[in-house]
Structure formats: structure tokens, C-alpha cells
């Protein structure tokens, strides 16, 4: 369908003057109305009917078939006073009435002898007006039709609808869209007349210029002629499309820019935000002075909570020396109580007096303030040492199962998160902070492995540790490994030397632990390995330069490296190659499960 379309929709209510400049530029943009069918209606069906016409017989006779063109075709049938609002039935009911009066076997007066037969210019304008299609094409260009606008400097405030409503009723016809929306009145609501004039910015017509060729393609001599005379007829028709679109475009701009309502529209909406404007800015003055409130609030109850908080620690210490001071006296007083009987064992016999001293000593340790004067305020009055040595046995033995209760329950504990480690449901709560030399080892390979700017390079390094040195157990975790690194980082020179010296001495021990014991069990000398002895830096970089400049397909390749690396074998070559090759494995695996994690 043919439409004015608006590529770009400002609402009125935020700027009138950027939407109605925006709508001259792109709302008739695309000067194209496409010629389409106008829209059936149930009178089209109707039958023939009787309708009274109004035949102008000196006009019939002045008719040249040859110039039907120029013709009035609903004047030549008569329809004149109902033109575009005839129907079908009316249409085929006029031309049987003129031809019952003007067919030539029918003519009651005779043609003059140098007169045109008028009577096929008739029978044209029935053809052209029966047809839906060709009638369209004829009303669209209707010689009657008004496309006139008014003019800006006629325009006021008070005549506005008066001016406006028969021009937008007049172009209301060419729409597709049905019904169209009223202009509206003094009292419309702003809703209402933003509808109307989104409807004319989305106009969809169906008025079309094919009537008014100039050339009718038909008459061609052939195809060629045919297309260039279709072509010329089509650029005509753009034209015309193009000064119907500008017309229609002056209109809805001219309406719209003088339209007093919107005006007073705007006018209200810039009241309106500026009452909103002048009211926020009250709001954020009553919210300031609240805020300004509250924090006073809370600084003077944040003060008011240190204060009473420092005198509840200041008590609490009072009370903590009291209470030491106190459970000091009577354990003085337990203390002088047993001197008073000699501890209760004889000078000589030291085992006894040893294990008395003993109990005296759990007796202060494990009992309280309370317990302490009620065991003093009862041995005291006492003066039976039987009853007293009987009383002290009941409050050792309490003592001393409170100390095998606590003695259990750490046991318990303990072997509670050996459990949890072993399942390896969870991390131990005390984590194993000591680092063997092969976990120290391990640790620098993989901060030369990770280098920095690697994605959570701490988790993949303990993820490192942990898969080669203890088969994916999160034995160390990303802050022991952050922490040993700096321990190491901060040592002397003399202690990394001696670090480096002890490690290598272990892997030497290692390696001759494994070669005396391959030798036991091959019963043959076999040779001494230096496999697991480190490399250096210089013998890492010839390995790596002989690697790049003897590829895979070379002839005695290992024989050649090891030639390239003084002092390594071809084994010792092959071994490192591939120690390198599970490190970068290793290296990428750790990378990964520190990003799914």
C-alpha cells in the first residue's frame, strides 16, 4: 500500500518544534503513493437500478469519440450530481436509459451529415466508469476535485477548524484506511487530535495518475516502442505523485504548526514541568535536610554505642581482675589449707607428696570462683582429716573427668576432619602449612609455568601442586601458595642457595635409590642415570634451539640433539622432552579448571 510514513516520531509532549522538523523531513521523505485498488464496497455488487439522470443532450452532440479524455464521463452519463458516490447499479442504469434514447437504431433525430456519431464516447465512458479499476484511475483525477489549502497569512486562532475541517474531509476520500479520524473541536482531548494527525503522517491513499498518460503504450509498433512509450508514462506519473505528496505534506505541516490547541498544549506542559521542576527541587531540599537528620542521628547514637561500649569493656575488665583476684585468695587459701596438714603425705615418701601437689594444682586450675569457696568454706569447718581427705578425692575425681571429657571431645574432633579430609568432602580446617622440597620444587616450575597476567594464576598454581604431588587433593590451597612465594621471594641468596642445594641433593638421593634398586633387580650393571638432576638455563636453551633446528622428520634426531646439549644423553634429552610436553599439559589443564571454577 502507498503510505506517508514518518521514519522518526518525537512526542509533542518533549519538543513540538523538533518533531514538526523532523516530520518535514522525513515523514513525506519518500514521495511514493503506489497506485492500489480502492477498497470494494457492498454497493459495487448491486444490481442495475432505475436512477434519474440529467442528460445534457447539446453536450452529448458536441462529444469526438477520438477526444474521450477530455470528457466529463459521469456528466456524459448523466451522473454528474453524484459522480465518485454513484454505484455500480446506478452506473449500468443510466447507460441503459441512453442507449434506449441515443443508440442509433434507437435515435428519434437523425445526425447531421457532417456531424460525429457521439453516441461510442458513451459507450466509453460506461466502459471506463464500469470497470473498478479504470474508474479509480478517472476519480483520482476527477476535474472537479479541489486540492486547494489554505493560505498561512489566512489562518488565526478562530477560524483554524473552520478553515481546516473541509479540506482534510475533502482528501479524506483518497484513503485506504477507513474511517478517518474527525479533525475534532475546542474540546477535543489531546489524544484524540494526536490520533488525527498520526493518521494523516501514516496517510495510505489510493489515488493514482494513470489517466493521464500521454501516450498509450498500445499503440506501439512494437515491444520496444511499447516500453519506451510505458516508460515515459511512468516518469509522468512519478511527477505527479511526487507534487500530490507535497501537497499533502504543506497541508498536515500548515495544520499542525497552526493549531491552536497543540499550542495550548505546550504551553500547559511547560507549566506543568516547571511545577514539576520547582517541586522536585523542594523534595530534594526536604531530603537533604533529612539526611542531614539521620546522620546526626546516627553519629550521636554511633557515640553513645562506643561510650557504652567502652564502659561494658571497662566493667567486664573490672570484674575479670576481681574475679582473679578472688579466685587467687581462695586458691591461697586451698594452698594453706594443704601446708596446714603437711599436704596430706608423709615428708618421706616423695611419690605421694608429688601426686598430691598434683591435685592441688588441678583443683586450682579446673574449678571455679564458686566451686573454689564452697570446696574452702567445707573443708575448713572440718575436723575429721578423713572427711577431709575424703571431700578433696570427690572434688579431684569431678575435676579430672572434666578433663578426660574435654580430652575426648578434641580427639572426636580431630578425627571428625581427618574423616572429612579423607573423603575429600571439604578442605581440612588446619590446612598443612609445612612444605616438603618436592611441594617447594613444584612451586617454582609452576610460577614459571603461570607467569603473571594468567587468569586466577594462584588457584591454577595450587591446582598444579595438587594434581601432580597429590593426586587432585586440595591439599595446598591458592593462599599457601601465595604466601610461600613471597616467603621465598624474601630470603637471603645464601638461603636459596642452600634451598637449591638441598633440593638437589635429595633428587640425587632419589635417583640413587632407584638405580641401586633396578640394579638389584635386573641382577646387571646398568648406567648411571642423571635424569632427575636439574637443568640449567643454558642447557634448557641449547635443548630448545636444537629441538627448533632438528624437526621430527630429521634422520637420528635424538642423536643429534643430545650432540647439540655437551653433557646430556640421548635418554636424558628424550626424558626432558617430555617433562616439558606434561608441564604445558599440565599447565593448560590448571588454566581450565580455574575457569570453570
Not at 69 to 82: A, F, R, S
Not at 152 to 163: D, R, S
Not at 234 to 246: G, I, L, N, P, T
Not at 353 to 377: A, I, K, V
Request: net charge neutral.
Amino acid at each position: 500500500m502507498g503510505c506517508l510514513t514518518v521514519a522518526v516520531y518525537v512526542s509533542l509532549e518533549e519538543n513540538f518544534d523538533e518533531f514538526l522538523s523532523q516530520f518535514t523531513k522525513s515523514s513525506f521523505g519518500d514521495p511514493y503513493i503506489c497506485e492500489v485498488q480502492k477498497p470494494q464496497s457492498p454497493e459495487d455488487d448491486e444490481e442495475e437500478v432505475e436512477v434519474e439522470i440529467q442528460i445534457d443532450d447539446s453536450y452529448l452532440v458536441s462529444l469526438d469519440p477520438a477526444e474521450w479524455k477530455e470528457h466529463d464521463h459521469y456528466k456524459v452519463l448523466g451522473l454528474h450530481n453524484l459522480r465518485y458516490r454513484a454505484t455500480a447499479g446506478q452506473i449500468k442504469g443510466a447507460y441503459r436509459q441512453l442507449v434506449l434514447k441515443h443508440h442509433p437504431d434507437k435515435r428519434t433525430v437523425p445526425l447531421k451529415p457532417d456531424q460525429t456519431d457521439y453516441f461510442p464516447a458513451i459507450t466509453k465512458s460506461y466502459e471506463l466508469l464500469g470497470n473498478p479499476k479504470s474508474r479509480q484511475a478517472y476519480d483520482s483525477v476527477d476535474p472537479t476535485i479541489d486540492d486547494s489549502i489554505p493560505k498561512a497569512k489566512n489562518v488565526t486562532p478562530e477560524n483554524f477548524l473552520e478553515l481546516f475541517r473541509p479540506v482534510f474531509e475533502r482528501n479524506a476520500r483518497w484513503s485506504v484506511k477507513q474511517p478517518v479520524p474527525d479533525l475534532g473541536d475546542e474540546n477535543s482531548s489531546y489524544d484524540h487530535i494526536m490520533d488525527f494527525y498520526k493518521f494523516w503522517v501514516n496517510f495510505e491513499t489510493w489515488r493514482e495518475y494513470s489517466y493521464l498518460d500521454e501516450e498509450e503504450k498500445e499503440k506501439g509498433v512494437d515491444r520496444e516502442e511499447r516500453r519506451y512509450l510505458d516508460k515515459l508514462n511512468k516518469v509522468e506519473r512519478q511527477r505527479r505523485r511526487k507534487e500530490e505528496v507535497a501537497r499533502l505534506r504543506n497541508l498536515v505541516e500548515l495544520a499542525m504548526t497552526n493549531d491552536h490547541r497543540l499550542k495550548r498544549r505546550r504551553e500547559e506542559e511547560r507549566q506543568r514541568k516547571q511545577e514539576e521542576k520547582e517541586r522536585k527541587k523542594a523534595e530534594l531540599r526536604a531530603q537533604d535536610e533529612e539526611r542531614r537528620a539521620k546522620d546526626e542521628q546516627a553519629r550521636r547514637i554511633e557515640n553513645e554505642k562506643l561510650k557504652s561500649e567502652a564502659e561494658e569493656k571497662e566493667r567486664l575488665k573490672k570484674e575479670k581482675v576481681a574475679y582473679k583476684k578472688a579466685h587467687k585468695e581462695q586458691e591461697n587459701i586451698l594452698e594453706e589449707f594443704f601446708k596446714k596438714h603437711e599436704n596430706f603425705s608423709d615428708p618421706d615418701d616423695i611419690d605421694m607428696l608429688t601426686q598430691w601437689l598434683e591435685d592441688l594444682t588441678l583443683l586450682q586450675q579446673e574449678m571455679d570462683l564458686e566451686e573454689l569457696q564452697n570446696l574452702n568454706d567445707k573443708l575448713l569447718p572440718m575436723r575429721s582429716k578423713n572427711e577431709k581427705i575424703k571431700l578433696l578425692k570427690a572434688a579431684i575425681s569431678k575435676c579430672s573427668s572434666k578433663v578426660e571429657e574435654r580430652k575426648i571431645a578434641e580427639i572426636e574432633r580431630i578425627r571428625a576432619q581427618k574423616s572429612v579430609s579423607q573423603n575429600g568432602d571439604a578442605t581440612p580446617v588446619t590446612a598443612c602449612n609445612e612444605w616438603t622440597n618436592d611441594e617447594i620444587q613444584c612451586l617454582v616450575k609452576a610460577i614459571q609455568a603461570l607467569p603473571p597476567g594468567t587468569d586466577k594464576r594462584w588457584i591454577a598454581i595450587a591446582n598444579f601442586i595438587n594434581s601432580h604431588l597429590h593426586g587432585g587433593s586440595p591439599v595446598k590451597n591458592a593462599k599457601q601458595c601465595v604466601s610461600k612465594a613471597k616467603t621465598l621471594q624474601n630470603i637471603s641468596n645464601s638461603e636459596a642457595q642452600q634451598i637449591k642445594e638441598q633440593v638437589k641433593n635429595e633428587a640425587v638421593k632419589n635417583l640413587l635409590t632407584d638405580s641401586q634398586s633396578q640394579n638389584m633387580v635386573n641382577s646387571a650393571p646398568s648406567e648411571r642415570s642423571n635424569d632427575n638432576e636439574v637443568w640449567t638455563n643454558n642447557e634448557q636453551k641449547l635443548l630448545e634451539a636444537a629441538l627448533k633446528n632438528y624437526p621430527p622428520d630429521t634422520d637420528k634426531r635424538w642423536e643429534k640433539i643430545s650432540a647439540a646439549v655437551p653433557g646430556r644423553s640421548k635418554k636424558e634429552c628424550m626424558k626432558r622432552y617430555k617433562e616439558i610436553v606434561e608441564l604445558l599439559k599440565a599447565k593448560k589443564a590448571a588454566q581450565k579448571s580455574s575457569k570453570t571454577k
